[in-house]
């Protein structure tokens, strides 16, 4: 607050500046461009507000010097009149639709961050960052990128060194309750996992991954340097590239999770310091890492990948995601009350939106609450927004912190929800997965796994990919498919033998699910001992195998949006979408945790000498046997007798 | 004669059918005792399991058969269950027939000594008479087909039953004096797990005495019927190798199958020496002592082969069990085979040391590895120290065992050259001692 109004005078000098600025802008834009951002936005319910298009187009502020604070500044007055149209398409600076877009002649880039907050049933608050940073830029272009503005430089020189097409990595802690909790908008694996396409110019594919793994440890200060041969795989459909292009040879795909990676403030802060304002303003500012890690779920993602730059895909651009979703468990925290607020989960209040950012906007989910009487938002917003996300359409309202009038007089954003009933129930998620071992003893075991497709009547394959370490031999021919009592069997089975101590089983299948049905997987494997140095330092804890990914297109209810423009909110546009009557879905089951026999850890000199003392006996005494011959017992001379020959050599006498 | 065996092998086949169906034969197919890495059933299983789903078995870690066994169940696989008391009967028989005709010999060379008068006269109780040689080879049969070790092993499938009845052929084979034969059956016997290559110098050994060949290196006619047998042998191992090459199309077999059993990488817990030696080793003496087990089990050859020489029979009976003792990965087969010539050296019995203490060892080992094993695996109230000192417990007993035998067979040859009731310079009662 003091720094605002420290600079106040400077402002006010911007602020006249702006003004030409904005009428500039005004005149050159064409005016249609507005209505035709407004017709491309379907889902984008107007707040019945006649001056829409006045603001809309007041709001076409060119981005190369954007005095972002400056126009808050100046339209506080108006935004409690004025209510805000279109979400995301207001400085919509990539004008796909319009008919002549003004191309910046050199490669541009740009930032756009939101939160979405969703209630979920069981009382928890799920919390949903995203940070998105798009970079017209060619990193393959075989000349050196050195300058960069908003695009982190670390990750921008990963991409071009190690020839990187699309990367994908993720930090997770805790598990995702699919069941109490619903479906996440981007799903991941508890611990770290990474996947990555690479160029196909690329030839030591796996050398290159290694030198990849070391540098993203160093970046993120993971251990990514454990990922070796024994947990990287191939995958064969599983992962197919989500940018742009087509290069589907998974000779250029490695993936690899180290379900045992522990997450924490030290992978947080730099995965927070690639965002173009740090944790300094924006939505970032949220990010305590005390409040963060203090909850039942907390993960964190980068994607990196090639997007289309307008819709004929002439060419392309870079686009970075970061994700972070955490589930807080404020219900419990707050003595039954069922409250919560910004400041309540993250300690903090949001002041102002990133200043590099094109749009920030917080939604939150109010889909269940159409009259408000499950529960009550302040302050209140009219702005709403309509998305279709997971074969679902949601409804939200939302805070756009690019105007100053969300801050209201306060200068501070404190987004409250209050609960009014408490009933709960929540539309069951149409495909779900679960894994466990079953068995008991160490010698043997069987990984079933449950897939779960709730749909009343639709039936749709899903991909299950399961990646076995090679210390858990699998057996193949004990694979079981089961649908509703009835052998399944599916329809494309890609399966990668182990290799002792160099890579893991690899099993992939296509599997059709029945409606309402419940699929099991079950496969038999054997538990190896291993050599003593290849546990690790508390083996009585157990061996991590990483979750199975479910991959399916799931039938979609509503119809899916197919046409992702970038105006639509960040959090519905990650998976492409080619069909309206499908929308892409991954999931994860459990990871698990197997018990193998262990050596006796303090033996190793004690074993080698007890081995070798029997393998001595044996050559001794077939050396005995081979080596001597029988011959009569002389008659041994007494000890006495012995003694007094030595004497009387001594003495030179005769001996006895 | 031949009722007896008929109706041994209907007992042996009957135990063995009731087995089979009954409940015990999963519970005895996971026994580590019984069957390991390299010829588990449930691996061969699962490598025609690999080879219908177009993957090569070989390319993973599970499978460590030879082509030609998968070529053999690819055929018979619905018919295992015979095919395995089918070569357990063979084994018996095989090694009946050759007890038989090796009696024979024993006999016939015992008469020309006597007619000579080589005995000294005080050696007439260490003759051996017809009467009790006669029930020797239905002993051995017995011995091999009521072995519970045996049992066990075809009741689980082990593959080490095929490998014993090529053994058992090969013996037959060299003892019926079939110098091509037997070659070309341990030519596939050396192909099935490499050890058996040790037994080519008892091979050479009879076949050049059965031809009147004198054992002497300066002879040329003795490096001659080397160089016949041995051409023999590497020609047939050759030509299964290539074989194999052909009905897979590449060599990928070799590092999975010989690789696998000399480099030691599953260390399954079995009933040998080598699991928990290379599980406790230290890294960087990883290869120095896997070089050491493994030379032990072919070293043996030369100093056996030269202390041996007239006694090529005895010879093989030494070499089974050193191979069985020494080797990667043993199970209870290897020892039923060796286990299966016991009754052949009956004679020796008044001169063994321990077998008392031996068999009685032998005999605790067994009934304690399935208590210590459930005690670690499931029970989770010992460790593996518990099975593993019974593993060295049996080993012990094993070696022992072999080595009193040796003795045993040493002193007899001793006693019949030299009197049975020596005599001191003074009079007195000898002992003898091996100096």
Redesign the interface.
Known sequence: MAAHRCNFPALVFLCTLSVFIVVGSQETTPGSDADASAVNNPQTVLASDPQTVTETAGEQTPEEEPPVEVEEEERRWEATKAEEATPGDAPSRDQAMSEDPPRPPQPTDDFQEELVIRPLHSGDIYTSFQFRTVWDMDFMGGHKVSHYRLFPKSLGQVISKFSVRELHISFTQGYWRTMQWGQPFLSSPPGAELWVWFQDTVTDVDGTWKELTNVLSGIFCASLNFIDSTNTVQPSASFKPLGTGNVTDHRFLRYATLPREIVCTENLTPWKKLLPCGSKAGLAVLMKSEKLFHSSFHSQAVHIRPVCQDWQCKTTSWELRQTLNVVFDLHTSGQGKREWSLFKMFSRTLTEACPLASSSKIYIDITDNPQWDQFELSPATALLSQAVVLGDRRTYSVYDLTQQGTFGSMRSLNALLRWKSNDRDMLRPLLHGERYVAG?????GEIHTLMYNHHPYRAFPVLLLDTVP?YL?M???TLTVTSKGKDNKPSY?H???????VRP?LLEMLVQLPPNSVTEVTVQF?R??????EYTPDPNHGFYVGSSVISALVPSVVAMDTNITQESPLFSSFFPCKEESSYFMRIYTEPLLVNL????FS??YN??C??CT??A???G??Y??????????E?SQGLAKRIANVIRKMRGVPLL | MAAPLTLLLIVAVTVRAALFNSSLADLIAERVEVVSPLNAWKRVVEGLALLDLGISPYSGDVFHETPLIIYLFHFVVDYAEITFMLADGITAVALYMAVKDYNKQVFRRQKYALEADRYPMDCLELIRSPKEMYYIPLKVAMFYLLNPFTILSCVAKSTCGLNNAVIALFVLSTIKGSALLSAIFLAVATYQSIYPVTLFAPALLYLAQRQFIPVNLRRSSFWLFILQLAFMYLGSLFVIVCLSFFLLGSWDFLPSVYGFILSVPDLTPNIGLFWYFFAEMFEHFRLFFLFVFQINVFFYTIPLSIKLKDHPVFLIFMQLAVISIFKSYPTVGDIALYLAFLPVWSHLHRFLRNIFLVSCVLLACSALFPVLWHLWIYAGSANSNFYYAITLLFNVAQILLVSDYFYAYLRREHHLTHGLYLKRADGSEATLVLK
């Open positions: 008991y003893g160490l010698q043997t090679w031999r057996y193949i021919h089975l399966y990668q033998p182990s290799k002792d101590r089983h054997e190896a001992l291993l050599k003593w140095t026999p262990t050596p006796d033996m190793p074993v080698i007890l081995t029997v393998v006996v044996g050559y005494s077939f005995n046997l081979l080596t001597r011959t029988f011959q009569v017992e008659p």
